[in-house]
């Protein structure tokens, strides 16, 4: 019953496992019913009109358990549930939290559900909590990414909106707890097997999937075993297209956000009289874009376990663990075309609107023309995610309860130097065209000096490894590795006097430590290897370095852009070992070719230990009366952090060619810095019940959210000045501080028939210190002039650089609304309708700017069936456009991510009490997801289609 206490009061906090009440609102038991009296004012937990509701299956009776535990809960929450042991409403938990009202969630390869925001606000403004414990992450912050962990382990997630002071710290959007099951939901033994099978009609592509759960009580129902097993397989395909470095702007001195520009080749210049003109200032044009598809295949397994006993109604003594893997290795095919404006490069532009929508590139300088690329990206992502922990719970007597709980949550991520992005350029003479289509890829054409051309060669297997040389090489990936060992012991104690029912109270500690060593060879120029007066045809090389040309089924369906559609497919470890195997030929540029010099070596400059040490200690007191019910509280937080990086200052930059540039950095030296912050974090929660159906709730509360982990070391990267991009972005520092708020919120809630509910919630939140990137142009941070490879001037006076840092903002304002219906008729038919509304801005100094990453609304609609061994529905989740970085291109243009739809549906007809049969439908729209500009389609940031998909899955249980 620990999973339902948790539901019953506080919601999910590992703290309140210790003081909540020990009968849960999902009770499944009759005996834990008469564990405890309900307060005043509230409907017996024993009642077994209530029981009879909650132990309805399938979706109905996932819905129902949702609505009770909202009902029940001491500030505003929404909930899903399991529609049975071991299996949770969609295959993915991200997939199914889009269904609460007020959360969206972005995707990763496959369409699948990744990060997830409450409320417009981001995933970093959101705690993900595993049975009350936190979960370790393997990405470079704090936000949990869902693709690791099976939904089959779940058997039902809160997302926490409001705050209470027994509720873990660190949220400010939402805290979304992961529920598992407990053996003692069951009566005796139970056990569920499940098959299933994946295609996407896009990709044509298959998996697998098995999963079983078996729980059972022994020793007089006095120890219970719980136990789950999960492996799936499944290949995964997206198609997608982008900047690969951003689009160019001439500089504009009108806007002191822009006085510099970005065109690193000299400003684009249509009349081509050198000079800026006015009608020229802020002209934007293509820089660097790429098309092709990310093939994933996805392997998952999971391993999960729970014992609990029982000894006797005082004491309760629960171990648990998770073990999981993702294994889901990437390829990504992609042609890359790099049409950088220099003077003499473009000829023949239009332009509509201050946008270069298309110019020809005629200039028989092979340095000048056109030279398209193969670029094939690989990233090896083999993820481990392990959380175990111990909870006791005793009542020592009537008026007290004890709680104590421990636990070690860790992630691995072992990266390092095996991730790829590896590009051979074409290296024959071609005049080409760029024309901008209003979709997601330019149309690209080029017709060769020997007749052939780009599109039509690919497709009829013209071109080989002669047509290339080798280019760039780079060899990266990042070792991760976050552990967190936490520990709590809270008490409940009954007072039954002055309307006060129960005194909660404890203390945490939270020990983190994370690491990140950055493996790549672009810091010692390794990268830049093989390119420039160093390239080798590829042609030379032998081995079959470009192994076969392909075309994917219904590749870029759907874009329409006239570009190749044909891939040319090399091997990377085949053509590393060929450039192994060329060591000791002669290189143009002085010298022999070395393999060592190019393979991957430690990056200090990006790599950082972080640690946080947290104390904190909370009261709070819980008062009901007849129609009413409260608490009040307040928990204290102190933060001791210690960050650690390096930093190696740049000596000088050689250019090796157009757009090819080498840093030469000094020694690094180590960086350390420490930090600490405290904080105060009262709130309060009231509900008043009209009648048994109506209620009103009132919370307020003064939250915080920490930053991000890698945003608190003090690292810094110049890579991109390889390419020709000065610029130096800074990772963070220790003192930045944690987000803080001030919010309320205000819910009236009518529970008008059974399993039915109308809501609307009014939130606000003023957010202090939001973290927000600082944009530095033109500075001079003690580079000396660009040199040749001969260290010979080729610039005068300093190298000015663009210089980003997070930094903490002025402040935010977070103000929405909220509304939600659901109801079921008795003839099965049933619908639920979600939808939330934000307005948001921040400031910076005077400086008014949209709050990143917050979608303005959000909204879904369901419709289902459920009735006899019958269960059909469909729903459609939308999330609006929304702004996911500013000033990409000066002050008031900014990126922004635009509306998707995606809509879900299913069947399923259950035989008899042992066998079911489901079939499952994905994106049956078949979206993309889409970046822009400012909403406009000419200037595209980027495209990411996954298919549609479906799934059948049979059940067997026992």
């Known amino acids: 019953m620990k999973t339902a206490r948790l539901h019953r009061n506080l919601l999910f906090c590992s703290v309140a496992l210790a003081l909540s009440v020990p009968v849960g609102a999902l009770a499944q038991q009759a005996e834990a019913a008469s564990?405890?009296?309900?307060?005043?004012?509230?409907?017996?937990?024993?009642?077994?009109?209530?029981?009879?509701?909650?132990?309805?299956?399938?979706?109905?009776?996932?819905?129902?358990?949702?609505?009770?535990?909202?009902?029940?809960?001491?500030?505003?929450?929404?909930?899903?549930?399991?529609?049975?042991?071991?299996?949770?409403?969609?295959?993915?938990?991200?997939?199914?939290?889009?269904?609460?009202?007020?959360?969206?969630?972005?995707?990763?390869?496959?369409?699948?559900?990744?990060?997830?925001?409450?409320?417009?606000?981001?995933?970093?403004?959101?705690?993900?909590?595993?049975?009350?414990?936190?979960?370790?992450?393997?990405?470079?912050?704090?936000?949990?990414?869902?693709?690791?962990?099976?939904?089959?382990?779940?058997?039902?997630?809160?997302?926490?909106?409001?705050?209470?002071?027994?509720?873990?710290?660190?949220?400010?959007?939402?805290?979304?707890?992961?529920?598992?099951?407990?053996?003692?939901d069951q009566d005796g033994q139970q056990g569920v097997i499940r098959l299933e099978g994946d295609r996407n009609q896009m990709s044509e592509l298959d998996g697998h999937k098995f999963s079983a759960t078996y729980s059972n009580l022994f020793a007089d129902n006095t120890l219970g075993v719980l136990l789950g097993v999960v492996y799936g397989k499944r290949k995964d395909r997206?198609?997608?297209?982008?900047?690969?470095?951003?689009?160019?702007?001439?500089?504009?001195?009108?806007?002191?956000?822009?006085?510099?520009?970005?065109?690193?080749?000299?400003?684009?210049?249509?009349?081509?009289?050198?000079?800026?003109?006015?009608?020229?200032?802020?002209?934007?044009?293509?820089?660097?874009?790429?098309?092709?598809?990310?093939?994933?295949?996805?392997?998952?397994?999971?391993?999960?376990?729970?014992?609990?006993?029982?000894?006797?109604?005082?004491?309760?003594?629960?171990?648990?663990?998770?073990?999981?893997?993702?294994?889901?290795?990437?390829v990504g095919y992609q042609q890359s075309y790099y049409p950088l404006f220099a003077p003499g490069r473009w000829s023949d532009m239009t332009i509509q609107n201050g946008i270069v929508t298309g110019f020809t590139m005629d200039n028989p300088d092979p340095e000048m023309r056109l030279n398209p690329e193969l670029l094939n990206m690989t990233e090896h992502r083999v993820v481990d995610t392990d959380l175990y922990g111990a909870n006791a719970e005793w009542k020592v007597s009537d008026d007290l309860t004890l709680t104590g709980d421990v636990y070690r949550s860790t992630s691995k991520r072992y990266s390092g130097g095996q991730d790829t992005y590896v590009v051979l350029r074409m290296n024959q003479p071609n005049v080409a065209r760029i024309e901008l289509s209003g979709g997601a890829v330019p149309n690209v054409t080029a017709l060769f000096d020997d007749g052939r051309q780009l599109a039509n060669g690919l497709a009829n297997g013209q071109f080989g490894g002669s047509d290339f040389n080798t280019h760039y090489m780079e060899l990266r990936g990042d070792n991760i590795v976050d552990e967190i060992t936490g520990g709590t012991l809270g008490g409940k104690w009954y007072v039954g006097r002055f309307a006060m029912d129960d005194l909660h109270f404890g203390v945490t500690a939270t020990d983190r430590k994370k690491t990140r060593d950055l493996i790549n060879n672009t810091l010692n120029g390794g990268a830049d290897y093989y390119s420039g007066d160093n390239a080798i045809n590829v042609g030379a090389l032998g081995g079959n370095v470009l192994s076969h040309s392909f075309t994917l089924p219904n590749f870029m369906r759907g874009v329409n852009a006239d570009f190749p559609r044909t891939f040319l497919a090399f091997d990377v470890p085949n053509y590393l070992n060929q450039l192994a195997a060329y060591n000791g030929n002669a290189r143009p540029g002085g010298g022999t070719y070395d393999f060592a010099n190019a393979a991957p070596q430690w990056n200090p400059l990006e790599s950082y230990r972080v640690s946080e040490d947290t104390k904190a200690a909370y009261v709070q007191a819980d008062f009901s009366g007849e129609r009413w019910s409260a608490d009040v509280g307040v928990r204290f937080v102190k933060t001791r952090t210690t960050a650690e990086a390096w930093d190696a200052p740049i000596l000088s930059i050689t250019e090796n060619g157009a757009f090819n540039y080498t840093a030469n950095y000094a020694e690094p030296t180590a960086i350390r810095q420490d930090g600490d912050y405290s904080y105060v974090l009262p709130a309060g929660n009231f509900t008043w019940r009209f009648t048994d159906d109506l209620q009103l709730r009132l919370g307020a509360a003064k939250t915080m959210a920490r930053p991000p982990v890698d945003k608190l070391a003090p690292t810094n990267t110049t890579a991109s000045v390889s390419w020709g991009e000065f610029t130096q972005i800074y990772g963070g520092n220790v003192d930045l501080k944690p987000y803080e708020?001030?919010?309320?919120?205000?819910?009236?809630?009518?529970?008008?028939?059974?399993?039915?509910?109308?809501?609307?919630?009014?939130?606000?939140?003023?957010?202090?210190?939001?973290?927000?990137?600082?944009?530095?142009?033109?500075?001079?941070?003690?580079?000396?002039p660009i040199v040749d490879a001969d260290g010979n001037p080729i610039t005068t006076g300093p190298t000015l650089f663009n210089v980003m840092r997070p930094i903490n903002g002025d402040y935010a304002k977070v103000r929405g609304i909220e509304a939600g219906l659901q109801h079921f008729w008795e003839n099965g038919f049933g619908f639920r309708a979600q939808y939330t509304r934000n307005w948001s801005k921040s400031f910076v100094g005077d400086q008014e700017r949209p709050l990143e990453g917050i979608a303005p609304s959000v909204y879904s609609l369901g419709l289902m069936y459920e009735k006899g061994p019958w269960s059909l529905g469909a729903t459609a989740d939308r999330t609006d456009g929304f702004v996911t970085a500013i000033n990409v291109l000066g002050e008031g243009y900014n990126e922004q991510a635009d509306a998707i739809t995606w809509l879900t549906a299913h069947v399923s007809y259950r035989f008899n009490d042992r066998f079911s049969l489901s079939l499952e439908g994905r994106n049956l729209l078949d979206e993309a997801q889409t970046y822009s500009i400012n909403g406009n389609p000419l200037l595209s940031q980027g495209y990411y289609r996954y298919g549609r998909g479906v799934n059948l899955g049979l059940s067997y249980r026992f």
């Open 35 to 184: 564990a405890d009296p309900a307060p005043a004012g509230q409907e017996s937990q024993g009642d077994p009109a209530t029981l009879d509701t909650v132990v309805v299956t399938g979706v109905r009776g996932s819905m129902a358990r949702a609505i009770e535990l909202k009902r029940e809960s001491g500030t505003v929450q929404d909930s899903i549930s399991a529609l049975e042991l071991g299996k949770f409403p969609d295959d993915n938990v991200a997939d199914s939290l889009s269904h609460i009202t007020g959360v969206s969630i972005s995707r990763t390869a496959g369409g699948e559900g990744q990060k997830v925001s409450v409320r417009g606000l981001g995933p970093e403004y959101t705690l993900t909590t595993f049975n009350g414990r936190i979960l370790a992450t393997d990405g470079a912050g704090r936000d949990f990414a869902y693709d690791v962990l099976p939904a089959d382990v779940i058997s039902g997630a809160d997302v926490v909106k409001g705050a209470q002071a027994s509720l873990s710290e660190g949220a400010i959007g939402g805290l979304i707890n992961l529920r598992s099951a407990s053996p003692f």
């Open 238 to 330: 997206t198609d997608i297209a982008g900047n690969d470095g951003g689009w160019s702007r001439n500089a504009d001195p009108n806007d002191e956000s822009w006085l510099w520009g970005n065109t690193w080749g000299g400003a684009i210049d249509p009349n081509g009289n050198g000079e800026l003109d006015e009608d020229e200032y802020g002209l934007i044009a293509p820089g660097q874009f790429r098309v092709g598809s990310i093939l994933e295949e996805k392997k998952r397994r999971a391993l999960s376990a729970k014992i609990e006993w029982r000894p006797s109604n005082s004491f309760k003594l629960t171990l648990d663990g998770l073990k999981t893997r993702l294994d889901s290795p990437q």
């Open 741 to 784: 708020a001030k919010q309320g919120d205000v819910s009236l809630e009518w529970y008008f028939s059974e399993n039915s509910i109308f809501n609307v919630a009014v939130f606000y939140k003023r957010i202090e210190n939001q973290l927000t990137t600082s944009w530095e142009p033109g500075q001079d941070i003690g580079v000396g």
